[in-house]
């Protein structure tokens, strides 16, 4: 049983007692107030001394007991305060490393796209300075090539200029020497009329 209660167990009991023994209320309750005090105290002394001692001893035991836990309460609080104290900062120090570790890794990654990223944009615009270049080289050898067809053409052209104007001229020459091939034979076959017509007259 723990202390207090078995200090108000024993209380009541010696209450208890001393309520139903007549004698101790006689000297109680005499007609003389000093004798009664006197009486009281003694009746007091008789019937509570040792209990009260005993009490005040397990008092003084209870309260070395409670001043005992309180202390092994508050050693053990602090331990705990400590061992929680521990695990937060292991739990601060692991969520700090792993954040450095994720922001590393993700300045690596950044770093990583912003490289490939120049890269394209270098390779791009390579390709562009290439096409435009490319772009160039055919447009100027697609003009060459214009001029060249283009001259080409014009001296075929005038070639068979020259060479439709030269058989203009031949056949010109031709019509005109059919002309006059025609034009004495016109002349003979006159004179052989007129020679006919001479002829047959005489």
Excluded: C
């Excluded at 009746?43 to 035991?61: A, S």
């Excluded at 390709?127 to 080289?137: G, P, W």
């Amino acid at each position: 049983m723990n202390p207090p209660e078995d200090y108000i167990n024993n209380n009541s009991l010696e209450v208890e007692k001393w309520e139903s023994n007549p004698e101790i209320n006689k000297m109680q309750f005499s007609s003389n107030p000093i004798g009664e005090n006197s009486n009281l105290d003694k009746v007091r002394e008789i019937l509570f001394g040792n209990q009260i001692r005993d009490v005040e001893k397990r008092f003084t035991r209870l309260e070395e007991y409670l001043v005992k836990e309180l202390g092994n309460m508050r050693d053990e609080t602090r331990k705990r305060l400590d061992a929680l104290e521990i695990y937060i900062k292991q739990e601060v120090d692991s969520l700090t490393d792993r954040l450095k570790n994720e922001q590393a890794e993700r300045d690596v990654q950044v770093k990583g796209v912003a490289e490939e990223s120049k890269s394209m944009i270098t390779s791009l615009e390579k390709k562009i300075t290439q096409f435009d270049q490319q772009s160039t080289n055919s447009q100027r050898e697609l003009h060459e090539q214009i001029l060249n067809q283009s001259k080409s053409l014009q001296d075929d052209i005038q070639q068979k200029s020259q060479e439709i104007l030269a058989l203009l001229q031949r056949e010109a020459q031709e019509l005109r020497r059919d002309k006059t091939d025609r034009s004495n034979l016109a002349a003979i076959f006159t004179e052989l009329a007129i020679r006919l017509n001479a002829e047959n007259k005489s």
